[in-house]
């Protein structure tokens, strides 16, 4: 922890300056994001490092809004693809490729270890609020990512936003947890009312039978 906090410093004193640039950009149609600490690390912190890396090449990024449309900009040597529930939620998505679905049936719309990485962040609890339609998508998300690939959920651990205990899901035991280097940390909470979590996780190299995460504990 103690590795990460000057960045988290920096990022969070940033802030002012950023929020006035997002709102020129918002105020002549450019893309802008949300001002919060949270997604000033996704954005500043997390997805570059992924863009960097030559081993991830095919991206899915799930839940679009007005404040996301800039990361296919930022994973910009990726293909990137957006999905969302929502056929409104459309007019944000990839340019590359957008998905109108559930994050359920994900295996319907990828070939088997076909992707690099799934990031499913603000979606649990912000709509996959049931506890079998998670179990789906974590299912469909071992089967679509390569050995290897990496899945990072970012959710709220608030009452309003914590339908379950994510950790109690049985197909979370299908990846395994894993140090996300430029924080040095495998989870993280940040400060702030919505106490947003950050998870890294990946599909082993020698992967976990599926049966192994089938049913409920």
């Given amino acids: 922890m103690p590795d990460s ?10 802030a002012p300056w950023r929020v006035l640039r997002r709102s020129a950009r918002r105020a002549v149609g450019r893309d802008a994001t949300m001002d919060s600490p949270d997604r000033k690390l996704l954005e500043d912190c997390i997805l570059p490092h992924y863009r960097a890396r030559p081993d991830v090449r095919e991206v899915l990024f799930v839940g679009t809004r007005w404040y996301t449309r800039g990361y296919a900009e930022r994973l910009d040597r990726q293909h990137f693809v957006t999905l969302d529930i929502d056929p409104r939620a459309a007019r944000h998505g990839s340019a590359q490729r957008h998905i109108v679905a559930c994050v359920s049936e994900v295996e319907r719309h990828f070939a088997p270890d076909s992707l690099d ?7 649990f609890g912000w709509g996959l609020n049931d506890r079998e339609r998670m179990q789906r998508a974590l299912q469909g998300f071992h089967r679509v990512l390569r050995p290897g690939g990496e899945l990072l959920i970012g959710w709220n651990d608030v009452p309003g936003h914590r ?9 979370l035991a299908l990846f395994e947890p894993f140090r996300f280097e430029p ?5 993280l909470t940040l400060p702030g009312d919505n106490r947003h979590c950050f998870e890294f996780y990946r ?11 089938t049913a409920y504990r």
């Fill in 203 to 213: 599909k082993p190299l020698a992967a976990v039978p599926a049966y192994e995460a």
């Fill in 163 to 171: 339908p379950f205990d994510l950790h109690s899901v049985p197909a």
């Fill in 5 to 14: 906090l000057p960045m988290l410093w920096g990022l969070l004193v940033r």
């Fill in 117 to 123: 990485l799934i990031v499913l962040n603000g979606v």
């Fill in 183 to 187: 924080l040095g940390l495998q989870a």
